[in-house]
């Protein structure tokens, strides 16, 4: 997690988006589905409850606004940082005999030294309609500023870097454990643990997303997790695993095949690793993102497979495994140094099913530097299995 003087210069940096945006308060909303802002402020990562990251525009100072669970997992994991129970995050028909909680409007107008007329709200994709509607009676105006710290999220300062690549250590384990612990008849949940332990071992503290381990035509789902079905020879699976770090994460995605499969999929599998070094060898500072996003379209037409896309070939990666940017048309975004990407190539084919090649760079002021150290490793032996029969 970040130390307290990056948490500092987050949070001064926010409070002036507020003074340049005429804000009383600034409230950054999270729940257990949309937690990396609140993260980004508090180095906290909660489960169960929605709560509040308020940040105090004159002097920069943050408060957390929650509900009774949350402020005894704050208390626990950061006990430094100011935390009060308020009304808006009462479970509706809930008993909290030993808490005490103050009313919200309240709450607010203490942390804004008076009504805040303008309250500047990060979140606003993911708040509830009665919330908003609560929090609308307590001020004049709503402004939405979450692109503010979006955009300052893309950017990776040096400690969040050396968080990624602790992630990218462990992700790498998971994957050279999986490829070399397969055995014959193995089941998806089976090779999938095997992953899940490696990585637990290197020092994952969790996943940023469900084990994706799927065979035959069910690797068609984006994000087919395993099941009890056997990895036989013949089989065609799609790997994708993603082990958090401190809040950070990583990934890697491969195809991988079981013994002899027909001649159309080792060539899909060869011509979609082509497509994904051609796009690892345009990453590079000053690229813009429309740039990309044609080119890439270009070399999936190459082989008939642009229409089989469902999502754009690179993303950001950081607290969570895919935020903010996302590969696009729009020429507004454009790669910059400390920015971390993923490659994440999936294609959906109705007859040769679904693949992925995933794997994460550093833009670096010179070009780009590859994050894993299996991933060339893994491709190799994936290619060599498809080609050989293995």
């Known amino acids: 997690m970040a130390a307290i003087e990056e948490l500092r210069e987050r949070w001064q940096k926010l409070a002036q988006v507020g003074r340049e945006n005429d804000l009383d308060l600034i409230l950054v909303y999270f729940d257990e589905y949309n937690m990396a802002d609140a993260c980004y402020l508090t180095n906290i990562w909660t489960q169960f409850e929605r709560g509040l990251v308020a940040i105090r525009v004159a002097s920069g100072e943050p408060c957390l606004l929650v509900g009774p669970e949350t402020a005894n997992f704050a208390l626990a994991h950061a006990p430094d940082l100011e935390c009060r129970v308020i009304s808006l995050f009462l479970a509706w028909g809930a008993a909290y005999p030993n808490t005490s909680w103050e009313d919200t409007s ?3 107008t203490e942390l804004a030294d008076g009504r805040p007329g303008r309250i500047g709200l990060v979140g606003s994709g993911f708040l509830p309609m009665t919330l908003y509607l609560e929090l609308s009676s307590m001020t004049d105006a709503i402004v939405d500023i979450t692109d503010s710290l979006h955009r300052a999220r893309q950017i990776k300062s040096a400690s969040e870097i050396d ?7 462990i992700v790498d384990a998971g994957l050279e454990a999986m490829l070399n612990g397969l055995t014959p008849s193995m089941t998806e949940t089976a090779l999938a643990g095997v992953g899940e332990a490696a990585m637990r071992a290197a020092g994952a503290e969790g996943y940023a997303y469900s084990t994706i381990l799927a065979s035959q035509e069910r690797s068609n789902a984006v994000f087919g997790r395993p099941t009890q079905r056997p990895l036989d020879p013949g089989s065609f699976i799609t790997i994708g695993i993603s082990p958090k770090y401190k809040g950070y994460c990583a990934s890697l995605g491969v195809p991988l095949t079981i013994g002899p499969v027909p001649q159309a999929q080792r060539d899909y599998i060869r011509d979609l690793f082509s497509v994904y070094r051609s796009i690892e060898a ?5 690229l813009l993102a429309s740039e990309l996003y044609h080119s890439s ?3 999936l037409a190459r082989f008939d497979l642009e229409k089989h896309q469902i999502y754009g070939v690179v993303h950001s990666c950081g607290l969570l495994e895919a935020e903010a940017p996302f590969l696009c048309p729009d020429p507004d975004w454009e790669f910059q140094p400390g ?30 530097e590859q994050l894993s150290s ?3 490793t893994a491709a190799d032996m994936v290619l060599q299995r498809a080609a050989s029969g293995a």
């Open 339 to 368: 920015m971390v990407l993923l490659i994440d190539l999936a294609i959906f084919h109705p007859q040769l099913w679904g693949i992925r090649w995933e794997s994460g760079y550093l833009i670096t002021n010179s070009g780009a």
């Open 163 to 169: 968080k990624i690549r602790r992630a990218y250590r």
């Open 282 to 286: 345009q990453l590079r500072p000053g």
């Open 106 to 108: 309240d709450a607010l």
């Open 297 to 299: 379209r270009r070399e």
């Open 374 to 376: 299996y991933f060339d």
